[in-house]
């Protein structure tokens, strides 16, 4: 009877609250340790030494960040973005480029590693640059000293970022562990292994979970080179503008080349060209070729409203050499 069931002891009503009106809402969980003390939710980790609670909830299924570098242009990479949504649908995902050259491992690392380095720790970031798909190299999670995660084909694409992050602790993938029989194309481990796993790392799985720990492929980005007054640099890549970047920090530049508004030399083989060191595009009148700091930090060759990949006909990964100009050069 309604008499009786109001006699037994319930929860209070919300503040607010009338008899009669809705019910309450379910008693909270009793306290799990010491009388009167809310129970606080588990933090995930794993034994990773690094590990740090504040790190953890970066990385947390509520809100996960998952940056995208690739070689496979949008409409692949639209249906990766497709599963790993499917997966988690939470995520935070972000485009870094869809439009790496080509197979091109040095410029995907490149790219990766000064570009992904910017997110915040515990973000995981897949990069498929991957002229080895459906062979038997390994698919690797490659867990960073601070939470971060990357995953990608073990071709050395994944390092440069790894070690800059610091400590990185490499596993290889096992397929069915993560998609269990279903099929995986031969073709687009992106769409069907890569992006299922980042969806599967972004709600809480641990990569020793997904994987067994391995010795991924050493991989560097080229060193320059330089001397007294002269520098031997590699191109690391070519932006949507046709500016030309090399591995040379642009302060290492101005001390041994020299300071804005003098002359540089780009030779490449027997061709010198006669360069400005600017500090500013604006700085270049059309046509002019000069040397600035690229938004990466490093030494960048470009044309006042031109292409200098085209004009120069310098290819990704070639070799040029910097140096002082004493007088006008020309081809």
Same mark, same amino acid.
């Given at each position: 009877m309604p008499e009786k069931r109001a006699a037994v002891e319930a929860p209070p009503l919300p503040k607010g609250l009338v008899q009669g009106g809705d019910p309450p809402p379910p008693p909270p969980p009793p306290p799990s340790k010491g009388k009167g003390a809310a129970a606080l939710p588990p933090v995930p980790s794993h034994d990773h030494p690094h590990t740090h609670p504040e790190i953890a909830s970066l990385g947390s299924p509520a809100a996960p960040i998952i940056t995208l570098t690739t070689d496979i242009g949008w409409a692949y990479a639209a249906q990766m973005k497709g599963v790993l949504l499917r997966g988690s649908p939470s995520a935070r995902i972000v485009d870094i480029t869809h439009a790496v050259s080509n197979h091109s491992v040095l410029e995907g690392a490149f790219l990766l590693r000064y570009s992904a380095a910017q997110f915040p720790p515990g973000s995981i970031h897949v990069c498929v640059v991957d002229p080895g798909v459906g062979s038997a190299r390994k698919?690797? @999670?490659?867990?960073?000293? /601070? #939470?971060?995660?990357?995953?990608?084909?073990?071709? !050395? =694409?994944?390092?440069?970022?790894?070690?800059?992050?610091?400590?990185?602790?490499?596993?290889?993938?096992? *397929?069915?562990? =993560?998609?269990?029989?279903?099929?995986?194309?031969?073709?687009?481990? #992106?769409? /069907?292994?890569? $992006?299922?796993?980042? $969806?599967?790392?972004?709600?809480?799985?641990?990569?020793?979970? %997904?994987?067994?720990?391995?010795?991924?492929?050493?991989?560097?980005?080229?060193?320059?080179?330089?001397?007294? &007054?002269?520098?031997?640099?590699?191109? %690391?890549? @070519?932006?949507?503008? #046709?500016?030309?970047?090399?591995?040379?920090?642009?302060?290492?530049? =101005?001390?041994?080349?020299?300071?804005?508004?003098?002359?540089?030399?780009?030779?490449? !083989?027997? *061709?010198?060209?006669? $360069?400005? =060191?600017?500090?500013?595009?604006?700085?270049?009148?059309?046509?002019?070729?000069?040397?600035? &700091?690229?938004?990466?930090?490093?030494?960048?060759? $470009?044309?006042?409203?031109?292409?200098? /990949?085209?004009?120069?006909?310098? *290819?990704?990964?070639?070799?040029?050499?910097?140096?002082?100009?004493?007088?006008?050069?020309?081809?």
């Open positions: 698919a690797l @999670i490659v867990r960073s000293r /601070d #939470g971060s995660l990357m995953v990608g084909p073990d071709n !050395g =694409v994944l390092m440069p970022l790894a070690r800059y992050l610091g400590d990185p602790e490499a596993f290889q993938i096992q *397929r069915e562990r =993560v998609v269990g029989r279903g099929a995986v194309s031969a073709t687009f481990e #992106g769409r /069907d292994l890569f $992006a299922p796993t980042a $969806a599967l790392l972004s709600m809480g799985h641990p990569p020793e979970e %997904l994987g067994t720990p391995t010795k991924p492929l050493s991989f560097q980005l080229p060193q320059p080179h330089s001397g007294p &007054g002269s520098a031997e640099v590699s191109v %690391l890549h @070519i932006d949507t503008f #046709g500016n030309v970047i090399t591995n040379l920090p642009f302060d290492e530049f =101005v001390d041994k080349i020299g300071p804005f508004g003098t002359h540089a030399l780009v030779q490449e !083989g027997a *061709r010198q060209l006669r $360069a400005t =060191v600017a500090r500013t595009y604006g700085d270049l009148a059309e046509g002019c070729l000069g040397i600035l &700091g690229s938004s990466f930090g490093l030494a960048e060759i $470009a044309i006042g409203h031109g292409r200098a /990949d085209q004009v120069l006909s310098i *290819r990704l990964g070639a070799r040029l050499h910097l140096k002082p100009s004493e007088q006008d050069w020309r081809e």
